[in-house]
């Protein structure tokens, strides 16, 4: 998984939640730095800050309109309430989305139940 989140406390405890949940994570806090990133590795599934600067839906956007990337799920990562969370999700075509505001502890579970779902 590749973590793209412009907070390095945000990104360091969700980068460790997720890897203690048996994740493979690799993290970014910028878009170059995930362009480097995602470069050298191609990641399962990509979750993304929705408020980063030159980033965000944007990068999303981009994501899911290249050929060679278009396969990569992508999630938005953001504190906005769900249903704003939910539209800019159809509006870049992310394969779903997750709130901050449920707690760093529900992310894994929330990464899973979007699994399961078969978003992916």
């Not at 460790?16 to 990133?37: E, H, M, P, Q, W």
Request: with cysteine; hydrophobic share 45%.
């Amino acid at each position: 998984m590749l973590l793209i989140d412009d907070s390095e406390i945000t990104l360091e405890v969700a980068a460790s939640t997720l890897t203690g949940a048996g994740y493979d994570v690799r993290t970014s806090t910028t878009a170059n730095k995930f362009n480097t990133a995602f470069g050298a590795w191609s990641p399962e599934v990509i979750l993304i800050d929705v408020n980063m600067p030159e980033a965000g839906v944007e990068l999303c956007r981009r994501l899911k309109s290249s050929y060679e990337t278009a396969h990569v799920p992508v999630v938005l990562y953001s504190s906005m309430a769900d249903h704003e969370l939910e539209m800019l999700a159809r509006e870049c075509e992310a394969d779903g989305f997750i709130s901050k505001q449920s707690g760093q502890e529900a992310l894994p579970l929330e990464l899973a139940r979007l699994i399961d779902s078969a978003l992916f």
